[in-house]
């Protein structure tokens, strides 16, 4: 059974500084995506970032980049320049597929980190 | 614009009175899934479906019903809700396929059961 799990329950950072996010997962399928969500005080899930297991660069999106080390099962999230609006809930979570890259669809989901952007 | 939207967004309801959360995507997508989200858990599938007429149960599908008898709909239904189904609910969709298998989250409904 797949299992993410994001050790930190509350992160602080100062503005316009780097923050990381922890993530590790557990999966014994070979074939997966990881995926970072924020999640503001309003309530929705905003897409930030997506990893899929075979590929060899870390992914970037903006001021986000993903931290991905297959051997040791992590996939941490790297914030740069932290902005007042940052200060969110963050899920790390991943879905699996098939061997011929169809996805089960199913997204397990860590318990989530509530980061605070200080000014 | 692509979106996934949900009624109601808030509902306070009494226990054993049958509600129906509706959820429905612009996408063409073929898969959709509903999760709760509860304090310290993380969101958590109830059931979700790989296109009309087929549905599967999630990690938590207790107390709750589906159904997708169009590709854009997929209803949440609970028959007799009790206040452990307290919670806050999310649809979401996708083309169901890596690598671009990135969910479309709904806004949110968030259920009261007392």
């Known amino acids: 059974a797949q299992k993410i799990t994001q050790t930190q329950p509350g992160m602080f950072v100062q503005e316009k500084e780097a923050v990381t996010l922890d993530c590790t997962y557990d999966t014994s399928d070979q074939s997966y995506g990881l995926f970072w969500y924020k999640q503001p005080s309003s309530g929705e899930m905003i897409f930030l970032i997506y990893?899929?297991?075979?590929?060899?660069q870390n992914a970037t999106e903006g001021r986000y980049s993903l931290n991905f080390q297959k051997a040791r099962k992590s996939a941490n999230l790297v914030i740069s320049a932290s902005q007042l609006g940052d200060s969110a809930m963050y899920f790390c979570?991943?879905?699996?597929?098939?061997?011929?890259?169809?996805?089960?669809?199913?997204?397990?989901f860590g318990q989530g980190t509530i980061l605070t952007v200080h000014p | 614009e692509a979106q996934v939207t949900q009624n109601p967004r808030y509902l306070i309801t009494v226990t054993g009175k049958k509600l129906t959360v509706t959820c429905s995507q612009n996408?063409?997508?073929?898969?959709m899934s509903w999760y709760r989200q509860d304090p310290g858990l993380g969101l958590r599938q109830i059931y979700y479906s790989m296109n009309v007429e087929v549905t599967d149960k999630g990690d938590v599908p207790e107390g709750y019903k589906v159904s997708r008898k169009e590709k854009r709909n997929f209803p949440l239904i609970l028959e007799s809700p009790s206040p452990n189904q307290t919670s806050l609910y999310f649809c979401?969709?996708?083309?169901?396929?890596?690598?671009?298998?990135?969910?479309?989250f709904g806004p949110g409904t968030r259920l009261t059961v007392l």
């Open positions: 996408m063409n997508h073929e898969y």
């Open positions: 979401a969709s996708s083309t169901n396929r890596i690598p671009t298998d990135t969910q479309y």
């Open positions: 990893q899929g297991s075979y590929d060899e």
């Open positions: 979570a991943m879905i699996f597929s098939n061997a011929g890259g169809t996805s089960y669809g199913k997204l397990t």
